[in-house]
């Protein structure tokens, strides 16, 4: 543990004092609700700030009328901000009905000096904001937060510490996301995350691999790697490491079954990554390797430094040395200054590399980057590429995924279905989910599934239990 995580360690007693405190006020057990917005990240980020608000003496609940409401928001793209002042409006009404409710925001909107003024100035309810570098400091923020009346804002600007022993509570039992790097130094021209989430920083890997065991000791058998750019991990390290040798380390720790990572840079992905894949029997099979756009007109205005031949190349090499494997992709629509000629090379990129699936955005201009200060895409134009986007996505993607119709492939349980309770939603290596008829004990665990039929971008199938 380091000096960091034993000062926290000593305010989370100084917060369980509070909280009794608290208790004695309202007149029972303080509830706390934490809301994840975004991405893998900020979920990793949700378990550590409820383990803390456990540790506290909160219960956890989803219900937002809890004593305690934390929003852990995102702010890639603008709906994100949206949604949250939304939602902000909701909880004040909440908040009015219960006058000692708490309310917390943290993750990478409260980054942006905008979003600041604009809290500060219209949402004065709100008790305590802070950002994504201090995350770590929650225990002392609770305390500041009750030992005061007014509003708490601690955001800092940048941090080079890493501090990751803190307790935490996961959403699921058997599968665990696993922070191997923060940050990012890529600088895409539309991307805010370099600007909210700092310089990019890789942890050591045998801090890495301690954690990655103690997971599997606790019974968690799917592990993801995370990181904004994981194929440049270990750059700032001085230990001898990359990505491929983290990932073969990985596969030595007997308990995890599945490996998973998010996301890789085409630019960084290396030979030596794609034989470790080729050669494994935990990695997926599956890599989710964003292209953007397909023309290199804007690629080069997205500072992307790879051009639509390279990443055709790229992927085909990739189904060439692990055929079985799943590629999916994020695109963007309307970037400033995109022509139909150039969403036509991104159409053809997705034709010629037939993706699994696709995330497709529409671009959002986000104050402060390179790309908001250029020549902006009239909206029916986007509005009219965007679907034609689409529509090719979802052609590949059905072609891609129904390849697998009638097959026998393993699947781990992940959930009862929210629809039919008789059913389980279980995910596929190659990440297509499948939804299957089958009982809640078999969750957290592989079973083989018959594919019966694809519906675009999932299977529905059934249990093969004799195999
Ligand atoms: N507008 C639209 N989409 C964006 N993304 C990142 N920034 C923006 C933006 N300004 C998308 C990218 C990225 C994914 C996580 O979000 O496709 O890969
Ligand atoms: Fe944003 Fe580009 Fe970094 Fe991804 S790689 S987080 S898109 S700047």
Redesign the pocket.
Known sequence: MNNDELIQREYLNKAKACVEEYKRLIGHEPSSCVVTFGCQMNARDSEKLTGILKEAGFTITDDENADLVLYNTCTVRDNANQRVYGRLGHLNSLKKKNPHKKIVLCGCMMQEETVLSKIKESYGFVDLIFGTHNIFKFAELLCRMFESDGMIVDIWKDCDRIVEELPTIRKFSYKSGVNIMFG?D???SY?I??YVRGRERSRKSEDIINEIKALADDGVIEIMLLG??VNSYGKNLDEDITFAKLLSEVENIDGIERIRFM?S?PKDLSDELIEVMKDSKKICRHLHL?L?AGSNKILKAMNRRYTKESYIDLALKIRDKIPDIALTTDIIVGFPGETDEDVDDTIDVIKKVGFDNAFTFIYSKRTGTPAASMEQVDEDTVKRNFDRVLKVVQETARNAVSQYEGKVMDALCESVNEHDKAMLDGRLSNNTIVHFKGDDALIGKIVPVRLVECHGFYFTGELCRNL
């Open positions: 990012c890529n600088f895409c991307c995350v370099p904004q750019n996301t840079h964003p953007q």
